[in-house]
């Protein structure tokens, strides 16, 4: 078995990750290693394009095994004689931010030598989706949150109420979530 595993702190709740991460018809605007279309429902395999730096964009069509809302996002896929489990894990910190884990272990006679060549380059595929989740997680927190940050990054918060909360809502499209 070989595995790959990128982690990134996000100042957000992780209702707010789990809303951008499940919003998948946003990802075009953030996400530069995933394209998906399709459910993210138990037994139902979605369309993924995987867009690995460096490397030809490979279409997969990954079955969901696991959806937690705001825990967890797994799914599992074989391509050229390699099964693949991806795990997408949102962990609660105590300052009220997320850490938002990236896990893939590959098993298959061929799985060793091929990540092995290409580790480096998916590890950075993780890395950029890991840093744009954060941006925009950072940037659109769900209807209702009180708190929006104030200096892009920072991870400083400051305090918002009535129409301003709603201004800032820019609507989710996350499983299990409505938007108001």
């Known amino acids: 078995m070989t595995e790959v595993s990128v982690s990134v702190d996000v100042p957000a709740s992780p209702e707010t990750v789990w809303s951008v991460l499940t919003d998948t018809d946003a990802y ?32 997969i069509a990954p079955e969901i095994t696991a959806v937690d809302p705001e825990r967890a996002l797994r799914w599992r896929s074989q391509l050229f004689g390699i099964e693949a489990e991806h795990a997408f894990l949102l962990e609660p910190l105590d300052d009220g931010g997320t850490r938002f884990v990236q896990t893939e272990r590959f098993t298959g006679v061929l799985a060793s030598p091929v990540v092995g060549r290409f580790e480096r380059r998916i590890r950075r595929g993780f890395e950029q989706m890991n840093v744009g989740l954060r941006r925009r997680a950072i940037e659109r927190p769900p209807c209702g949150r009180q708190d929006v940050p104030t200096d892009g990054d920072g991870g400083q918060f400051r305090t918002v109420s009535g129409s301003d909360v709603s201004s800032r809502c820019r609507g989710s499209a996350g499983a299990g979530r409505t938007s108001s």
């Open 28 to 59: 075009p605007q953030w996400n530069t290693l995933l394209t998906v279309r399709g459910a993210l429902a138990v037994g139902e395999t979605v369309d993924v394009r995987l867009s690995v730096p460096g490397l030809p964009t490979v279409p």
